[in-house]
C-alpha cells in the first residue's frame, strides 16, 4: 500500500481562550489557507473538541504545512501537531469518513509524545513524528523539527507573515510591496532570523521523501 502522511493537530488550553468561537474561526482560517497551498489528499479540517487533521501525499507537505500554519497562526493559536507516515485504510461503518492504519497510529503517538515532551520541559516544542516503517529517518526529522520549533518561537509577527507568504509562493517582491518595505530588507529578514535555513531544511526532508 502506498505511504501517506497522517496529520493530527490540536489547541492548546482552549479552554482558557476568552472567545472560544473567535479562536476556532482564526483556527478554520488558517486551515484553509494551509489547504490551499498544500495540495493535501484529505484537506485539513476540525474534527471533534480541539482537535483537527489531514492526509498529505509525503512527509515533505505535512511538514511544510505545519510550518505554514505556526507562522499564520502568529500567537492567535496555540497547536501541537502529530505527523505519521504509514498506511491508511477505510473501516466499515454508518458514518462516513472513519479511517484506520498506521499512518493515524503513528501520528496519535506523535502527538502524545509533543505532549510528554512539552511537560518534561521542552516549551517550544510544537511538532513530532513517527512512522511505522524502519525506513523513514525518525531521528534525524525530529531533530529538524526540534530545531525548527525553536527558530519560530523567536520569530516577531512580521518575520511569520514573511515566513508564511513565502511558503505559499509569494515572492519577495510582492511580500515586499505587502510589508511596505524593501525586497532587501525582506532578504535579509529571511537570512538572519534562520527563515533560509527552515526552508532548506524543508526542502532536503522533502527530497529523501
Same mark, same amino acid.
Given at each position: 500500500?502506498?505511504?501517506?502522511?497522517?496529520?493530527?493537530?490540536?489547541?492548546?488550553?482552549?479552554?482558557?481562550?476568552?472567545?472560544?468561537?473567535?479562536?476556532?474561526?482564526?483556527?478554520?482560517?488558517?486551515?484553509?489557507?494551509?489547504?490551499?497551498?498544500?495540495?493535501?489528499?484529505?484537506?485539513?479540517?476540525?474534527?471533534?473538541?480541539?482537535?483537527?487533521?489531514?492526509?498529505?501525499?509525503?512527509?515533505?507537505?505535512?511538514?511544510?504545512?505545519?510550518?505554514?500554519?505556526?507562522?499564520?497562526?502568529?500567537?492567535?493559536?496555540?497547536?501541537?501537531?502529530?505527523?505519521?507516515?504509514?498506511?491508511?485504510?477505510?473501516?466499515?461503518?454508518?458514518?462516513?469518513?472513519?479511517?484506520?492504519?498506521?499512518?493515524?497510529?503513528?501520528?496519535?503517538?506523535?502527538?502524545?509524545?509533543?505532549?510528554?515532551?512539552?511537560?518534561?520541559?521542552?516549551?517550544?516544542?510544537?511538532?513530532?513524528?513517527? =512512522?511505522? #516503517?524502519?525506513?523513514? %529517518?525518525?531521528?534525524?526529522? $525530529? /531533530?529538524? !523539527?526540534?530545531?525548527?520549533?525553536? @527558530?519560530?518561537?523567536?520569530?516577531?509577527?512580521?518575520?511569520?507573515?514573511?515566513?508564511?507568504?513565502?511558503?505559499?509562493?509569494?515572492?519577495?517582491?510582492?511580500?515586499?510591496?505587502?510589508?511596505?518595505?524593501?525586497?532587501? =530588507?525582506? #532578504?535579509?529578514?529571511? %537570512?538572519?532570523?534562520?527563515? $533560509? /535555513?527552515? !526552508?532548506?531544511?524543508?526542502?532536503? @526532508?522533502?527530497?529523501?521523501?
Amino acid at each position: 500500500m502506498t505511504l501517506v502522511a497522517a496529520l493530527i493537530g490540536d489547541i492548546v488550553d482552549s479552554r482558557k481562550s476568552p472567545d472560544r468561537s473567535r479562536l476556532q474561526r482564526q483556527l478554520e482560517r488558517s486551515l484553509a489557507l494551509a489547504n490551499k497551498s498544500a495540495g493535501p489528499i484529505e484537506p485539513l479540517r476540525p474534527t471533534v473538541g480541539d482537535e483537527f487533521q489531514g492526509v498529505f501525499r509525503t512527509l515533505g507537505d505535512a511538514i511544510r504545512v505545519t510550518t505554514i500554519l505556526q507562522a499564520l497562526f502568529a500567537g492567535e493559536v496555540d497547536a501541537r501537531f502529530g505527523i505519521g507516515l504509514g498506511t491508511r485504510s477505510p473501516v466499515e461503518s454508518s458514518v462516513a469518513g472513519i479511517e484506520d492504519g498506521s499512518a493515524w497510529w503513528s501520528a496519535r503517538e506523535a502527538i502524545v509524545e509533543v505532549k510528554s515532551r512539552q511537560v518534561k520541559g521542552s516549551r517550544y516544542l510544537r511538532t513530532w513524528f513517527a =512512522a511505522a #516503517s524502519a525506513e523513514a %529517518s525518525v531521528s534525524a526529522v $525530529n /531533530a529538524y !523539527l526540534v530545531s525548527r520549533d525553536q @527558530i519560530l518561537s523567536q520569530l516577531d509577527d512580521r518575520a511569520l507573515r514573511i515566513l508564511s507568504s513565502s511558503l505559499r509562493g509569494s515572492t519577495q517582491r510582492s511580500i515586499a510591496e505587502a510589508e511596505g518595505i524593501s525586497q532587501s =530588507a525582506v #532578504s535579509q529578514t529571511m %537570512s538572519r532570523r534562520g527563515i $533560509n /535555513a527552515l !526552508l532548506l531544511g524543508m526542502e532536503l @526532508i522533502a527530497g529523501a521523501d
